[in-house]
């Protein structure tokens, strides 16, 4: 028999393991709802599966009564378009200045130390600003997310095009590259892949920006919808959407690994660059 | 001095702050010759290299190559094989002989298409199977051994067609079976196109195996008390061929022993 130390899980036993504790969440909620439900049939606090099911059914499959769109469809594209829109706009803002930061020394004097500033400020703290710069529709809020996680974007590219070694560069320049050159067939495809890694790290703040943005001001969307439903303690409702938006944050993490893998086969082959 | 030589140092100096590296270094190369740089570790050797290929300028003196100076940066007029990073990860084999052609046709893009891109592949494809890795082009540099690494590394360099090839320890890193082939390749390469070679190595065998001249950059003047005073120059400039007296040779062997010595103690 070995030592605790020294036994590892195998595949099967891995995955019950890991199991384990979702399923034992899972269980004290559902014990928890039945005993709450039992001493009061209204209880809104921890809604049975029925309930939420009822809930989602309401949202997900009927039309609503006001606007005539099915409401976690309408919700999801807003939310999504905003989502899309903005982390295009950093992904590319933030892939041309990293390069630029990264591969030109005398641009990375200039920019670095701003970039390095802009990204301390909390951007939750500049949304009034927006606000008020921006009005209260889309503009604002997809600002809200660029202003977020394009500076860390932008640092993380300047730095991968750093390490790049310089005799990637120089090689470069010995077969007749100019400095175009060199950033179009050189640093960009060796900086993509990181992008990619970027983008994924991002997601997450983009999403925290996005539903602080709709519980502030917006009309749809799905952090609109479950700061208003909360005035109901509709948790029937808001745990599904909860539960929905990770799926979505997951499924995009997911796209985009897949993505990377399969676009830069090299940089999965390990070693150098 | 004559204007013309084809690679010309004239009275190099190359300081770092307190720090000589090199001191009064001049020296002329004709086309066609194969350099072999030996020194012992801090003698000046990569300096040097690093003079020639344009990405250090001296600190005093000048270079130039048919007459026109080449300090301002790396440019195609140099070619250059490295120890390592030579060839670029996400490029196929193919692609990384293609990238001098790309860079040669189409000035913003970068790459070229069509007919033009067809012709750029079949010359790559010449060039490939000159160094032996016709079979691989579709793979990427890190699917290869080390050295098939080096071999794509010459082929890609040999593209652009350098007028001066600088190599820094090109083999340092390989078994030496390897090693031997890779000799046999260089010598071959440099025979039939007819290359001027500047090839730095720690390795004094191999630069008599290959070279046409060998050139020995050691530190003439020591002062104990301040080792970075005083830089190296060329302590002997020998024509490598079967007249090398081998007194000479083993001159030069006794002298790099001796700073190694020096260097390790």
Redesign the interface.
Known sequence: MATLINRRPGRGVRIVLGMLPLLLLLLVYVVASDMRLSANAADKLLPSFGQMGQAVARFALEPSVRTGDIQLWADTAASLRRLGLAVGVSALAGLLIGMVMGGLPLAGATLSPLVAGLSLIPPLAVLPVLFIVFGLGEVAKVMLIVIGITPVIARDIAQRVREI?R??I????????DT??TF???IL??ALPRLFAAVRLSLGAAWLFLIAAEAIAAESGLGYRIFLVRRYLAMDVILPYVAWITLLAALTDLVMARMSRRL????E????? | MSGMAFLALDKVWQRYGDQTVLEGVSLTLDEREFCVVVGASGAGKSTFLKLL?G?ESPTRGRITMQGESISA????R???V?Q????????TVLDNVV??L???ES?????TFGTARRRARDEARQMLSAVGLGASEDR????LSGGMQQRLAFA??L??K?RLLLLDEPFGALDPGIRADMHQLVRRLWQELGLTIVMVTHDLKEGFALGTRLLVFDKVRQDPHAPEAYGARVTYDLPLNRNASASALAEVRATLENAKEMTDG
Do not use: I, N
């Open positions: 070694p005799e990637l120089v090689k470069a320049q010995t077969l007749g590259a175009w050159q179009l067939r050189v495809p060796l830069f086969r090299w940089a082959l390990g070693q150098q660059g | 290929l990405t940066g790396p440019d195609g140099r070619g250059v490295f390592r990073y030579s060839v670029f990860p996400h490029l990238l001098a790309d860079l040669r000035r913003w893009l970068a790459r990427y540099p890190a699917e890609q360099a593209m652009a350098p």
